[in-house]
């Protein structure tokens, strides 16, 4: 089983982020091999808070150049949590 830090890695704060915010809403940087329910568990567990939903986006790493050379930056996976009616997760500026 794996441990909850090691699933959800960071939360992604964004422009478009905020705005979801007020719906509930918050954006994760995901374990590429994690799934939608280990995904609330740990959620859940590191937050102290009930999911009601968890969407994922597998995103494409970019193609990128230097000089002659020809490199890519890696895939990741992105969750975004829908919390239930009334919880919130608290974040310090």
Do not use: C
């Amino acid at each position: 089983m794996k441990h909850p830090q090691d699933i959800v890695k960071s939360m992604i704060r964004t422009e478009k982020g905020s705005v979801m915010m007020a719906e509930g809403k918050y954006i994760f940087w995901v374990d590429n091999s994690s799934n939608k329910i280990e995904i609330k568990s740990a959620i859940e567990s590191i937050y102290k808070v009930k999911v009601s939903g968890v969407n994922t986006v597998m995103m494409r790493g970019k193609s990128k150049r230097v000089r002659y050379a020809v490199g890519k930056t890696p895939d990741w996976k992105k969750a975004i949590v829908t919390l239930k009616k009334g919880e919130k997760i608290d974040i310090a500026t």
